[in-house]
């Protein structure tokens, strides 16, 4: 009976020494499969977006009043389909276009009074050039009638010195001497008419194409002062047409009335007042703001992510997957525009449309976990070293204040 016993007691510890080594040996293979995973293994790592949202490729046309007034007319409704050019606001413009009337009346009753101006001046040239070619006929009529004077005058003059000569020898009487005489001073005194008639004459026409000029020069001003007033005119019609253009505000891209003020016709706006936008179609994307110290040389184009959406549990609907596109190098208000692209043919549920607001993650980097850990240990110390270090010791008078101060 007792060799049985001890026989079982060795059994038993023989048993208990085997589960010992296969229990030893088994904790050992999975502390070395751990370390492995721990030292060898690599996992993401991930940096999460304060914000993001789905937006188009093409930014949203914003639609603001363009001037003040009174609307007329509206198109601007949330979902509303429009086309590039058509009209979705138009303002009051009664006044403008009475004023481009008027402006378009006077503009056309310049034109003939130029027209008219412009032949009056070609009738006056043509009536210069008329006088003058009258004015040098009549005037060779006179030199010639001046030669053929100065002739006779010379003529006489000679008679009546021979007639001196035949008085002085006896030949011819007193009385007739006298009429030689007085012949060649008639003579002499024609001949001074027709020079005197020469040189009024050349002073006439030299007055009357100084009057002609004087009136061309009037004409051409007046001319020049109706163009000019022609010109005033057709920039105030310009003008016009331009302010009644921008009372008619026309899209600018086509796609859907995402956002819409209310307003109705007859309401006033005041010059940039936001009246709606207009959302664009075309491919959507992802925009998300970083904090700088996850985003500054962290996040690179190339890089792939994930998008979870607001509204829409990522356990019952999933993610979805994006690629980094873009990267903002430059802050705005505080955070980096990221920008990611959704790879076209996505598998989802989820209704995507431009607005969806959600976060995105990207994937940084593949490290180990022992670095993690590394990571995680280094931050820990050195907040608790932040918070014990010492506060600065006070000195001068505000120490002896606070020394005094005690009791």
Known sequence: MAATFSQTLRALGAE???????????????LGA?????????????????????????????????????????????????????????????????????????LAAIAPEIEALERALVAQDQSVLFDRGATDVALDQARARQLEADLAAKLAQEEAVRAGRLFDGGAISDLELIR??????????????????????????????????????????????????????????????????????????????????????????????????????????????????AAAGRIRPGQMGRVRLEGYPWLEYGTLGAQVTRVGSELRAGHVRVELSIPPGTPTTIPLEHGLPGSAEVEVERVTPATLVLRAAGKYLAQRTTASAPAAAPTGGAAADRREAKP
């Not at 208990?16 to 999975?30: K, P, Q």
């Not at 060898?40 to 940096?47: G, I, L, Q, S």
């Not at 009057?211 to 007046?222: C, G, P, S, T, V």
């Open 34 to 106: 751990w370390c492995a995973w721990f030292f060898r293994a690599t996992v993401a790592v991930y940096e999460t977006s304060e914000v993001a949202r789905l937006e188009v490729d093409r930014a949203a046309h914003s639609i603001d009043a363009p001037v003040s007034g009174r609307i007329l007319t509206t198109r601007l409704a949330i979902g509303t389909v429009v086309a590039e050019g058509d009209v979705v606001l138009e303002l009051d413009s009664e006044v403008e276009r009475r004023r481009l009337d008027e402006e378009t009346v006077r």
């Open 16 to 30: 208990r020494s085997r589960r010992s080594l296969v229990t030893t040996g088994a904790a050992l293979v999975l």
């Open 180 to 293: 030689k005489r007085a012949d060649a001073e008639r003579q002499r005194a024609g001949t001074d008419a027709l020079m005197l008639d020469v040189k009024r004459q050349s002073g006439d026409q030299k007055t009357r194409e100084s009057q002609a000029r004087a009136r061309a020069e009037d004409l051409r001003r007046d001319i020049a002062t109706l163009r000019g007033k022609a010109a005033t005119s057709t920039a105030t019609v310009a003008v016009l047409r331009h302010e009644i253009d921008r009372r008619t505000v026309r899209a600018a891209v086509g796609g859907r009335v995402g956002d819409a003020a209310d307003v109705r016709p007859g309401a006033y706006v005041r010059e940039g007042d936001k009246l709606g936008a207009i959302v664009p179609t075309g491919e959507l994307k992802v925009v998300a703001e970083f904090l700088p110290a």
